[in-house]
């Protein structure tokens, strides 16, 4: 089955997929009742900006998390995915870094939050290293962790509350006008990945003796 046509069908179950988040969440999932999430995206999402990132977003749900993946049929780290929305819904071309997506668009107040806004968490011990779309009625939707896939969830769950970092609000306009930084903000990305790769420990070499 072609990607095209897998999306029309993920759509219809991504709208069900609104009334209810997933319950894998993050490390402590927890359940949430039900809401009429659907109107609130038709109703407030507005603008076609906003409508194009939500439905590419939705119709990846169930695609699977693999790190440094950049596409739907090999997977989507968090990055990736919004990589991915963007380039494909809005033809914006983002960097593949949570780190540098974080430096682009405008800062929103999280009572601002609007469909379409990014999110950013701090899950791996530094600030914005997570990001997803923000939905409406406290819910963003991501690509959380190896061995997970792409669900919704609830920004107000308190493993995500306390990691919050901040929202933005990218556009193309955004983006062009932090071009000349950008190559800036991937060079800090690169470094910030460096510095997490060197405090990995060395594999301990095999102590067992090669047979004659």
């Not at 963003?140 to 493993?159: C, E, L, M, N």
């Amino acid at each position: 089955m072609t990607l095209k046509y897998r999306h029309l069908l993920l759509i219809p179950l991504a709208c069900l997929a609104l009334a209810k988040p997933a319950d894998e969440t993050s490390p402590a999932a927890t359940s949430h009742e039900p809401s009429d999430a659907l109107s609130e995206f038709e109703g407030d999402a507005g603008t076609r900006f906003s409508q194009d990132i939500m439905l590419q977003a939705l119709g990846l749900i169930g695609v699977t998390y693999r790190w440094g993946g950049n596409s739907p049929e090999s997977g989507l780290d968090c990055s990736g995915f919004i990589k991915y929305v963007f380039q494909q819904a809005l033809n914006i071309a983002l960097p593949h870094n949570a780190l540098a997506i974080s430096r682009l668009g405008e800062d929103v107040e999280k009572e601002a939050l609007k469909p379409g806004d990014l999110v950013f968490f701090n899950t791996l011990g530094r600030k914005f290293s997570h990001v997803g779309i923000y939905l409406g009625d406290d819910r963003f939707i991501h690509s959380p962790r190896a061995g997970s896939k792409v669900q919704i969830v609830r920004i107000t769950d308190a493993y995500w509350a306390k990691r919050y970092n901040g929202g933005r609000r990218v556009t193309q306009e955004s983006v062009a006008e932090r071009g000349p930084q950008l190559e800036q903000l991937l060079q800090q990305a690169r470094e910030v990945s460096k510095k997490k790769s060197s405090r990995k420990p060395a594999k301990k070499k095999s102590s067992r003796k090669k047979k004659s």
